[in-house]
């Protein structure tokens, strides 16, 4: 059973680095998925961060993708988030999660989808 | 980009009721649409991927449809278990994935 969780600081000061690190158990980050961080802020919606294929390769949603780094330690089975010069609106709860994409129509974009979810840690940008 | 819009934004319904919820896009995305449900406090929970796939182990009570631009997640007998917010999200632009803005569904 593939289990995640999300790792790192609680708060962090603006302009500062964000470091995440999600450590995955029963799959392996070498493997034939992605894995993705999201992030939801207090009382909203969703908002895909990036996703990192099993070479190494890093996709980032284009609002984010100058602040954004996603990379994996395979030694320890885990991927990492690094997202640069904070403000106040990155506040949010941060969740990393394994994505799977398939085929289901030869020769059309794959389907992806998102499952299973660590529990999520709550990041605070503030001074 | 590709925006989602879902309807109602929230909804009091009872046990044993039959709920539907409407995901709609800004302009065709096939079939690349997940169904998520997120109770307090805790992760996302994916449901249903490809419009309509129903993901191991989720009951059968849960049923997703549509295609082109509307879709629906249909709860068709309520438990108590079910109260939580439903989100859709797509993939058909792989570069810019995104979430609709929920759905809250609470106790009538």
């Known amino acids: 059973q593939v289990q995640l969780q999300e790792s790192g600081p609680g708060l962090v000061k603006p302009s500062e680095t964000l470091s995440l690190t999600c450590s995955v158990s029963g799959n392996s980050v070498t493997g034939g998925y992605f894995w993705a961080w999201i992030r939801q802020p207090p009382g909203t919606s969703l908002e895909w961060i990036g996703s990192l294929s099993p070479s190494g390769t890093g996709y980032y949603n284009p609002s984010l993708e100058s602040r954004v780094t996603i990379s994996s330690d395979t030694s320890k089975n885990q991927f990492s988030l690094h997202l640069t010069s904070l403000t106040a609106a990155d506040t949010a709860v941060y969740y990393c999660?394994?994505?799977?994409?398939?085929?289901?129509?030869?020769?059309?974009?794959?389907?992806?989808?998102?499952?299973?979810w660590g529990q999520g840690i709550l990041v605070t940008v503030s001074s | 980009d590709i925006q989602m819009t879902q309807s109602p934004s929230s909804l009091s319904a009872s046990v044993g009721d039959s709920v539907t919820i409407t995901c709609r896009a800004t302009q065709s995305i096939a079939r690349y649409l997940n169904w998520y449900q997120q109770k307090p406090g805790k992760a996302p929970k994916l449901l249903i991927y490809?419009?309509?796939t129903l993901q191991s182990g989720v009951p059968s009570r849960f049923s997703g449809s549509g295609s082109g631009t509307d879709f629906t997640l249909t709860i068709s007998s309520l438990q108590p278990e079910d109260y939580a917010t439903y989100y859709c999200q797509q993939s058909y632009s792989t570069a810019r994935i995104t979430f609709g803005p929920g759905t809250k569904v609470d106790i009538k």
């Open positions: 490809s419009a309509s």
């Open positions: 999660s394994r994505e799977s994409r398939a085929l289901v129509v030869p020769a059309a974009p794959s389907h992806n989808w998102f499952g299973p």
